[in-house]
């Protein structure tokens, strides 16, 4: 059985569905490990490990998914709302539409124009 390189087990980026490079990455304080980051939208997961299998498991662990989910969620609750106001709004706008053009009709029946 032969074993695929790390990148190669790389699922693609949670975020974009780009594709995942896996390089080498030195800290600051001069701590090294491996960085995994996204070729088209560059997100980076980063382990202060040089273990290539850790660094693919955490990248694979999908915490990028989950935190997608509740934004997505949370937008489709404003979304409801906003769409919620506007159809009220809309309400109100025709009510008052129709308040002037029954104003409107009572002043012209007064004025005799």
Aim: net charge positive.
């Amino acid at each position: 059985m032969s074993r695929k390189k790390a990148e190669d087990r790389l699922l693609p980026c949670p975020f974009c569905g780009g594709r995942p490079r896996l390089l080498p990455y030195r800290h600051p304080t001069g701590a090294t490990g491996m960085t995994v980051s996204c070729t088209v939208c560059g997100v980076t997961k980063k382990e202060t490990t040089r273990f290539k299998d850790q660094i693919v498991a955490a990248w694979n662990r999908r915490q990028g998914e989950e935190i997608l989910r509740s934004r997505l969620l949370s937008a489709k609750e404003i979304i409801k709302t906003q769409e919620e106001n506007i159809r009220f709004k809309a309400d109100r706008l025709e009510h008052y539409r129709r308040r002037l053009a029954l104003a409107h009709k009572y002043l012209e029946r007064r004025s005799g124009v």
